[in-house]
């Protein structure tokens, strides 16, 4: 039998109210329903990004579909549609509208009217977490294929898609053990009225956080690889006081440093007897006996021969290198086609390198795609009046705005 949070199929209960007689705070529970509301109002990036995620799915299952993470991703996206199946908000709306205004007598919903909300928030808590390990999962494969440049301009478009999904879940699973953690206390202060529609023995979880077991949330989604290096640990290191384990471990290193030192000192010492040897046996060092005093010069030779090594030194050294032509790189220098093409070739040429002269540094890959291609359109048309004034209008809407 499946769990309340987890059926598709369980039913809500009947909107019924009841007097409340003790003091309760009506607009610190609007309050907080409002919050609900403001934060699930605002998640249209999420959906868009829902979008993409369907669209390259639809686009890419051909030739990724026995990839270990495009499969992973496609279980993002069956969680994503669960996400927009669910429809949180029209059941947070009907309970606030079921709230009545401050005034002497107080009708309030009943307990089990909260119970199905806070089973609602349950259920969306887990979606986002179904999407934060399963975007994880798939991650790791398509930053896998980047690094190794197979497929790789089709990798980058899901990693960054993954990487977005993940964040804007992340968010979210935040916010939901804050919600639940201020409603749930308003559980005993609601009274039952009709039949159960929850089963026997079930109760809801007290701290959300730790039923989600958010504490090792970096831990989901880790692969356990079968090639793991074996490291054997002396168990006389953990042996003492724990303030001893420092000095050793200190130890320990430091003396598997000095064995590695003395094998290193035995190799050199089995190289020895070969020098000792040669050391038998030395080589006769020549004796000088004649030394040589030179050839006395006049002071006019002296002076001819210095002349004729400047000269020659002279004569040696290479010209100067002509001074590096600087190019300059402006788009205000525009006026036809042709310069417009030169503009594109440069730009292209210094994104390549990373240079700092490129003019389209701050733009994305996509980004720089578009301008170009909006460019090069403007380049092939026949007539060329005012090409200055539309490089410049498409300049301004697809760079200067992104900065």
Known sequence: MLEPWNSATLLPPPVNLFLCVTKFDV????????????VLSKQSPLHKESAICSRFLY???KKFRNDIGYRNFRKVNTALKKYLALNLMKDIEN???ALPSEGDDLYLPTRQMLEFVLLRIMTFSKIMLRVCVCSKQAAVFYLDRIKRGE???MSLLPYALLSRLWSMSMVLLQHTTTWYSNLYPYLNKLQVKGVHFLPENYNLP????QWLDLKNIDEFGRFEWAQKKLVDIDDTLIDGDDND????????????NEDQAESDHEEDIKSLPLLEKNQENPLPVPTVTKIDHGVVLSRESFKTLLNSNKSFVKDKIPPPAPPVKVIEHSYEKITNSSSLRKFIEMEEKFRNECDSKSLTSHMSLMQWHALKNALLKLCDKVTNRKIDKKFHKIWKQKCLDYM
């Open 27 to 38: 607009s610190a529970l609007k309050h907080v329903f409002n919050n609900i509301i403001k």
């Open 59 to 61: 686009k890419y299952d």
């Open 95 to 97: 309970f606030l509208f």
């Open 151 to 153: 497929s790789h301009w």
């Open 206 to 209: 007290e701290d959300l956080e």
């Open 245 to 256: 384990l420092f000095d050793n471990i200190l130890g320990y290193v430091n003396q598997n």
